[in-house]
């Protein structure tokens, strides 16, 4: 179970630098007049990662590990894995501009909201 608790703390932080570099990117993305397909990409990656974690997660829980504050520790976790979906949703699919400022906004929400989860274990 440590390999895998291991796994999920070091999954964080890949997950945190993949997200500051989709902020940026989301940024000059906007600077040059849309989003594109390897953004895109990006974004479907990072989606996936956060989906791992979580699995990481309900695994550390049903073993029996706990982190320090549970209830908002899983409520992080709900919120990560929700927020880029909706986002693509409220998009409607479209990548203009707007829509890059609005993917790097929600990847920097992200950010703030993996480190929170990660304060909260």
């Given amino acids: 179970m440590d390999r895998i608790t291991q796994l999920h703390s070091r999954l964080q932080v890949t997950i945190t630098l993949a997200l500051a570099a989709l902020v940026v990117w989301g940024v000059v993305s906007y600077a ?61 699919g479209r990548q203009g501009r707007w829509e890059a400022l609005i993917y790097a906004a929600a990847c920097l929400l992200l950010v703030g909201v993996a480190i929170r989860a990660y304060e909260t274990g």
């Fill in 32 to 92: 040059r007049g849309g989003v594109g397909r390897g953004y895109q990409a990006g974004l479907a990656i990072a989606q996936l990662l956060i989906l791992a974690e979580g699995a990481l997660g309900l695994i550390l829980l049903v073993a029996g590990g706990a982190p320090g504050r549970l209830a908002l520790h899983i409520v992080y976790g709900a919120v990560a894995a929700l927020i880029l979906p909706g986002v693509y949703l409220a998009n409607r």
